[in-house]
């Protein structure tokens, strides 16, 4: 069992950055696939950033300013999120899954945080 915690989020203006956490409990965090995903109201949950044993990947949606890492050592996962737009307005979830399609839709994800509001205005 994994028990996610996301932190983080807020209001800030466009062009300016966040950066979320996802604190996460369990004694093999190092061997789930950790993501990222967001949900804007009346839209469906999309696809942000995961990152596993192999390493990070972003959609193409937030490519080049949206960055993920790891901190083993700490059972944390990062999203740092840069020049954001109104559009990235959203809840963000963190979300946990071992093993299976890399790097997944919602569906694959076992385990889910509560979500964390970030606001970006025009």
């Known amino acids: 069992q994994v028990q996610l915690v996301e932190s983080g989020g807020g209001l800030v203006q466009a062009g300016g950055s966040l950066r979320l956490s996802c604190a996460a409990s369990?004694?093999?965090?190092?061997?789930?696939?950790i993501g990222w995903f967001r949900q804007a109201p009346g839209k469906e949950r999309e696809f942000v950033a995961a990152?596993?044993?192999?390493?990070?990947y972003s959609a193409d949606s937030v490519k080049g300013r949206f960055t993920i890492s790891r901190d083993n050592a700490q059972n944390t996962v990062y999203l740092q999120m840069n020049s954001l737009k109104p559009e990235d307005t959203a809840v963000y979830y963190c979300?946990?899954?071992?093993?299976?399609?890399?790097?997944?839709?919602?569906?694959?994800?076992?385990?889910w945080g509560q979500g964390t509001q970030v606001t970006v205005s025009s």
């Open positions: 990152f596993s044993w192999s390493g990070g």
């Open positions: 979300a946990a899954k071992y093993g299976g399609r890399w790097p997944g839709t919602a569906q694959d994800y076992d385990y």
């Open positions: 369990g004694r093999t965090f190092s061997s789930y696939t």
